[in-house]
Nanobody
Framework: QVQLVESGGGLVQAGGSLRLSCAAS????????MGWFRQAPGKEHEFVAA????????RYADSVKGRFTISRDNDKNTVYLQMNSLKPEDTAVYFC??????????????WGQGTQVTVSS
C-alpha cells in the first residue's frame, strides 16, 4: 500500500489557480490508478478527478470539467491537480487516494491529511 502526502493548497481569489501535488512512497505507485477527492465542511468526500496507472486516461466530476486537470509523473511518484478558474464552491480539503480504476469514483486506500484550498469571492 502506498503512503500519500498532499501539498500545494492555500488561499486564492475567485478566478485564480492552484496546483496540488500528491507525493507517494513505495515502488508500486506506477501500478495504481489515482484519484483526487475533496471534502467541504460538514460534507462527505466528493470525487474530483481520476487518472489511470499509465496516465493515459482521465475522468472528471462534472463540476470541475474544463477547469481542473489531473496528471502524474511516475518517475517522481507524484500525481498533480492543476486547478484553474477557481470558484468559492471549490473550497474544501483536497485529498488524493488510490482508486481501483480511473473509471471508479470510490477510493481504495487510506486518507492522508489533505491540503486546504480556500477560494475567496
Amino acid at each position: 500500500q502506498v503512503q500519500l502526502v498532499e501539498s500545494g493548497g492555500g488561499l486564492v481569489q475567485a478566478g485564480g489557480s492552484l496546483r496540488l501535488s500528491c507525493a507517494a512512497s513505495g515502488r508500486t505507485f506506477s501500478m495504481y490508478s489515482m484519484g483526487w477527492f475533496r471534502q467541504a465542511p460538514g460534507k462527505e468526500h466528493e470525487f474530483v478527478a481520476a487518472i489511470s496507472a499509465s496516465g493515459g486516461s482521465t475522468r472528471y466530476a462534472d463540476s470541475v470539467k474544463g477547469r481542473f486537470t489531473i496528471s502524474r509523473d511516475n518517475d517522481k511518484n507524484t500525481v498533480y491537480l492543476q486547478m484553474n478558474s477557481l470558484k468559492p464552491e471549490d473550497t474544501a480539503v483536497y485529498f488524493c487516494n488510490t482508486v481501483n480504476s480511473y473509471k471508479s469514483v470510490s477510493p481504495s486506500g487510506s486518507w492522508g491529511q489533505g491540503t486546504q484550498v480556500t477560494v475567496s469571492s
